[in-house]
């Protein structure tokens, strides 16, 4: 995986995008404004900023496999201490 950190765009990001070779996950999309000078006024133009990073195909299959069975192994805990009554 490769983290390219925090990147800007005037284009709103897909959340997951396929290529040939890799997997690109933009997340925590924010939408914010900055001030562009057209001739004699100042318009405001619509930007992005999200955090961006690369898997290779198989890493994002084994991270999205751990996470998800991390998920449902929190899932099936809290549906046995509710059935034993400790929620």
């Known amino acids: 995986m ?3 950190g925090i990147v ?10 396929v290529d040939e070779y ?10 914010f404004q900055v ?3 057209t001739g004699e006024e100042t ?3 619509v930007h992005y900023r999200y955090q961006l990073k690369q898997y290779t ?6 991270s999205t496999i751990k ?3 991390t998920t449902s192994d929190l899932a099936i805990a809290e549906l046995v ?3 034993l009554g400790g929620v």
């Open 35 to 37: 001030e562009v000078e």
């Open 2 to 4: 490769i983290d390219h």
């Open 81 to 83: 201490e509710m059935m």
């Open 8 to 17: 800007e765009s005037n284009t709103l990001p897909e959340p997951i995008v």
């Open 22 to 31: 890799s997997v690109w996950e933009a997340t925590d999309i924010e939408e």
């Open 67 to 69: 996470h998800n069975q």
């Open 57 to 62: 195909k198989d890493d994002y299959i084994l």
């Open 43 to 45: 318009v405001p133009v």
